[in-house]
C-alpha cells in the first residue's frame, strides 16, 4: 500500500491490495487448486528424467482428492551414502491457500553443510502420516546396509515413527528444544536462576561417562529441585545423554540441521503445491551443483573445517607425555591421564567415541605409534573425496516443454485438492513460538482487577 501511494499518489484499501496481490500470483503461478492435478505428471517426469528416484503419490480413490506425496531424488539417495550417517527430521508448515505440512529428512556432509534428502506432503503431524514418512524412509534407506542415527523433536507421531519403524536405531533428541522445555518448568522465576539450571542441565547432557553424568546431576537436582526431577522421570537417558547414548550421533546435539533447511526453503512454502516442489527441487540442483564445482578448489584430505579441527587437536596435545602398554594400548598424561585403545577406536574420555572423530588424546597416541597416518583413524565420510563422490550425481533437469501434450491427452485425470478450513481472519505467515520454545505468551487484561497479567476474573486473588 505504502508503495503504490508512492508510485501513483493514490491511496488503496487493504482489502484492494490484498486481492490485487493474489490475483498478480495467480497470473505467475496459477490457481492454487489446478496444481494438484500437475502432480500426476510430476511424479511420472521424475521417475523418467531421474531414474532411480523415489516419488510416491497418493489420492484418494473415492473423492479423487489429493493426500499425501513423498519424493527422494535418485541423486540425493546415491549421494547420501558418501554423506554422515546422520538425518535429521522435521516438520514445517505451509502457507499456501490448503496449508499443510512439508515433513523433512536432511542429512549432513563431510563439510558440515546440510544434505536435502527426503520430503513429503501431509494434511498434519498426526500418527499415521509420520509413520508413512518413516516407512518410505526404510525402504530407501534399509538397501543401503548403514545405521542411522535420527536426531528430532519430541512431537508424539515422530516418536512413535522411529520407533516403530527404525527399532534398532540410534534416536536422538534435539537438545534445544530439551532445554526450552527446562526453562517453561520455571517460567515464573527469575531469569538468572532459570539459566543456572539450564547452564545445570546442559553439564549433564554433555557428560561424556557415567561418573561425570552423577556428578553433574546432582547439582542439577539441587540447583532445580522436584520440578527438574519430575521433568527427568519422563525423559529417557539414551535419548539425550551422552554418558548412555546408545550409537554415535556425531557430536549433534540439537536439529539445527533441519531448522536450516526449512529456513532455506521457507520462501518457496508460500506457493501452490506445484510450484513449491518445482522450485525446490531446482534450488537443491543448483545447490549441489555449486558444491560439485567448489569443492574442486580444495587440495587437503578432509573437508576443510575437519582439517582446521583436526590440526588444532594435533597442537593440543603437541606437549604431553605418552605411556604404550602395547602396540595399540597407550597412556595420554595430560591434566588427567586417559588410556587410549587403537585397536578398538577408544578413548577413556569417551569424545572419541561421541564425535566419532579423534580427540586429542587419540592423536598424540596416533603419532606417537607411528604405524599408520592420522587419516587412517578418521571416517571416510569427513574427505574431500567422500564429498565429491556426495555431489557426482545429482539432480537431472526435468524440461516441461511436452506438458502441454501430456495434460490435453490426460485431461480427466483431474486430482482434487484436499478438504482444509480456512480459518478467519489475515492468514499467518510466520508461526508463533510457543513458550516451551521460547516464544512470547500473550498478556490479558483480567475483568476484576484491571490489571494486565496472566489470570482472568475467574482466577483473580487481588485484593481489591
Not at 87 to 96: E, G, N
Not at 157 to 162: D, E, P, Q, R, T
Not at 455 to 460: D, G, L, M, S, V
Amino acid at each position: 500500500m505504502d508503495r503504490f501511494k508512492h508510485s501513483f499518489g493514490l491511496d488503496i484499501s487493504y482489502r484492494s491490495a490484498w486481492y490485487a496481490r493474489e490475483l498478480a500470483r495467480k497470473d505467475v503461478h496459477g490457481d492454487d487448486g489446478n496444481s494438484y492435478s500437475q502432480l500426476l505428471w510430476y511424479r511420472d517426469a521424475i521417475l523418467e528424467s531421474n531414474p532411480g528416484s523415489y516419488c510416491r503419490v497418493e489420492i484418494n480413490p473415492l473423492t479423487n482428492r489429493f493426500e499425501r506425496l513423498f519424493i527422494c531424488f535418485s541423486g540425493c539417495i546415491q549421494g547420501f551414502q558418501s554423506c554422515i550417517p546422520l538425518l535429521f527430521v522435521d516438520a514445517a508448515h505451509l502457507k499456501s491457500k490448503y496449508k499443510g505440512y512439508m515433513l523433512c529428512a536432511t542429512g549432513k556432509n563431510g563439510n558440515q553443510e546440510f544434505f536435502p534428502f527426503a520430503f513429503a506432503i501431509v494434511d498434519s503431524e498426526n500418527n499415521a502420516n509420520w509413520k508413512w514418512f518413516f516407512g518410505h524412509l526404510y525402504n530407501i534407506l534399509s538397501t543401503q546396509g548403514r545405521i542411522v542415527t535420527f536426531v528430532t523433536d519430541r512431537n508424539g507421531g515422530l516418536l512413535n515413527a522411529v520407533a516403530s519403524v527404525f527399532p534398532d536405531s540410534p534416536h536422538s533428541y534435539c537438545y534445544y528444544h530439551l532445554k526450552e522445555n527446562v526453562r517453561a518448568l520455571y517460567r515464573n522465576l527469575s531469569g538468572y536462576f532459570v539459566d543456572k539450571v539450564v547452564e545445570e542441565f546442559m553439564k549433564v547432557a554433555y557428560s561424556p561417562t557415567i561418573a561425570s553424568y552423577n556428578f553433574n546431576l546432582q547439582s542439577l537436582k539441587r540447583e532445580g529441585g522436584k520440578p527438574i526431577e519430575s521433568f527427568l522421570t519422563h525423559l529417557p537417558l539414551d535419548k539425550w545423554c551422552n554418558a548412555f547414548f546408545r550409537g554415535s550421533r556425531y557430536g549433534e546435539m540439537a536439529n539445527s540441521i533441519a531448522e536450516s533447511f526449512n529456513s532455506w526453503c521457507g520462501p518457496l512454502r508460500e506457493l501452490p503445491v506445484f510450484d513449491f516442489l518445482e522450485g525446490l527441487r531446482v534450488k537443491v540442483m543448483e545447490n549441489m551443483s555449486e558444491r560439485k564445482v567448489e569443492c574442486k578448489k580444495w587440495n587437503t584430505v578432509l573437508c576443510p573445517p575437519m582439517e582446521a579441527l583436526l590440526k588444532k587437536f594435533m597442537d593440543v596435545g603437541r606437549h604431553w607425555s605418552i605411556s604404550m602398554s602395547s602396540e595399540t594400548l597407550l597412556e595420554v598424561h595430560a591434566e588427567k591421564s586417559v588410556a587410549v585403545d587403537l585397536e578398538n577406536v577408544t578413548c577413556s574420555c569417551r569424545q572419541w567415541q561421541i564425535n566419532s572423530f579423534p580427540c586429542s588424546h587419540a592423536l598424540a597416541a596416533i603419532q606417537k605409534v607411528g604405524d599408520l597416518p592420522v587419516y587412517a583413524y578418521i571416517e571416510y565420510f569427513h574427505t574431500c573425496q567422500s564429498y565429491i563422490e556426495a555431489y557426482t550425481h545429482g539432480i537431472q533437469p526435468i524440461p516441461n516443454i511436452d506438458k502441454f501434450y501430456v495434460d490435453a491427452a490426460t485431461s480427466s485425470a483431474v486430482v482434487q485438492p484436499p478438504l482444509v478450513r480456512r480459518p478467519s481472519g489475515r492468514p499467518k505467515s510466520v508461526r508463533m513460538k510457543s513458550a516451551a520454545e521460547g516464544g512470547t505468551r500473550r498478556a490479558i487484561r483480567c475483568g476484576r482487577c484491571g490489571q494486565l497479567g496472566r489470570h482472568n476474573k475467574a482466577t483473580c486473588t487481588a485484593p481489591i
